[in-house]
């Protein structure tokens, strides 16, 4: 699987931006599929999962209620929509594709876009 993440940019405090995730191959439906985040000096960190079905959704503390995770297997794309966007959220967003385990661990997932950059401004 080839992930090609897309969306990023610069926008304000409180503002909104999607994230796409687009997947070569025709097994994307078979993977559960994640976004995790990495800020200068700072470890990869998990934002938000979603099962192969769509049917399971999981979120970071930081980041629910404000941030909605979603999947088209049509068009083997996974969304992250990104609201009430805060300073803290700046970093490198990268989506990932994993067959297994909690989801919310990097060493899970086995397959890796190439990061699109999100910065916050206050």
């Known amino acids: 699987v080839q992930l090609q993440a897309s969306g990023g940019g610069l926008v304000q405090a409180g503002g909104s931006l999607r994230l796409s995730c687009a997947a070569s191959g025709r097994t994307f439906s078979s993977y559960a599929m994640g976004w995790f985040r990495q800020a200068p000096g700072k470890e990869r960190e998990f934002v938000a999962a979603?099962?192969?079905?769509?049917?399971?959704?999981y979120y970071a503390d930081s980041v629910k209620g404000r941030f909605t995770i979603s999947r088209d297997n049509a068009k083997n794309t996974v969304y992250l929509q990104m609201d009430s966007l805060k300073p803290e959220d700046t970093a490198v967003y990268y989506c990932?594709?994993?067959?297994?385990?909690?989801?919310?661990?990097?060493?899970?997932?086995?397959?890796w876009g190439q990061g699109t950059q999100v910065t916050v401004s206050s």
């Open positions: 990932a594709a994993t067959g297994w385990g909690t989801l919310t661990k990097p060493d899970e997932y086995d397959y």
């Open positions: 979603i099962s192969w079905s769509g049917g399971s959704t």
